[in-house]
């Protein structure tokens, strides 16, 4: 068995995420349109966050929101982009089967269970502090039981994973996500103003996307917007320019 009070081993969790894609078709698909929350998403992305409850900065969220609506009604082009959303902030905890055995005994390989708590105190409290819910899938056969943790509420998710990888009990913990998506929207504060880049890209997006054509705006604190450039890659070789670089995605 292994010690997960000391050292922590880590074991792959994006294999756990291809398996609950599979069994449970839950992932975004790539280029889903969510936009209902897409600027309270932007803003987490941008690390703008309460550090008490996790959510997304108000302020900067009520920036986004117009300036996100004035650009897509002022240049046609981009109103088709939109960042994919996901509906709950999701994380995939590697944990001893020591904890999910009971849980598990008497199910059939690959039913899942949904428990109040998992029996490890600090992990529970974490869970209940952001109304979250555990739902174990139980893998025996293949030598682990895959434990997720979803709240209803998008949470800056580096902050969420630090919580979990250091709380007793967990050998490691993940956001539950997988690439491939085409489209992508970011949202930087520059202060004054903040740069907006829509980015859309085709051609086996699943391994990065060989074509893209990305376009950048800056918003004032008026709100007035304005195109600071665009830039495409396609056969035909590159045409514009980047007046900058949008920051990668970060990992937790």
């Known amino acids: 068995m292994m010690e997960l009070a000391g050292r922590r081993p880590r074991i792959p969790l994006l294999a756990f995420a291809l398996v609950a894609a599979a069994l449970f078709g839950h992932a975004p698909a790539a280029g889903e349109v969510s936009r209902p929350r897409e600027a309270e998403y932007l803003a987490l992305e941008a690390d703008a966050y309460d550090p008490g409850t ?126 491939g998506g085409g489209d992508v929207v970011t949202v930087e504060p520059s202060p004054p103003r903040l740069r907006v880049t829509f980015s859309h890209g085709w051609g086996d997006c699943l391994a990065g996307c060989i074509y893209r054509r990305m376009f950048f705006f800056t918003v004032e604190p008026d709100g007035s917007v304005a195109k600071a450039g665009e830039w495409r890659r396609d056969d035909r070789g590159e045409s514009g320019g980047r007046p900058w670089m949008p920051a990668p995605r970060r990992l937790p």
């Open 54 to 179: 996790l959510r997304a900065d108000g302020a900067l969220v009520e920036r986004i929101r117009p300036a996100l609506e004035m650009i897509r009604a002022r240049y046609p082009e981009v109103q088709g982009i939109s960042a994919s959303v996901p509906d709950v902030t999701r994380l995939l905890l590697q944990v001893d089967r020591s904890v999910t055995g009971p849980l598990c005994s008497g199910r059939k390989g690959g039913q899942p269970v949904r428990p109040a708590s998992i029996g490890l105190p600090a992990v529970d409290a974490i869970t209940s502090r952001f109304g979250g819910g555990y739902r174990v899938l139980c893998l025996s056969a293949l030598g682990f039981d895959l434990v997720t943790v979803e709240t209803r509420e998008l949470l800056h998710v580096p902050s969420l994973v630090k919580l979990y990888r250091g709380a007793r009990g967990v050998g490691d913990a993940q956001e539950d996500s997988l690439i």
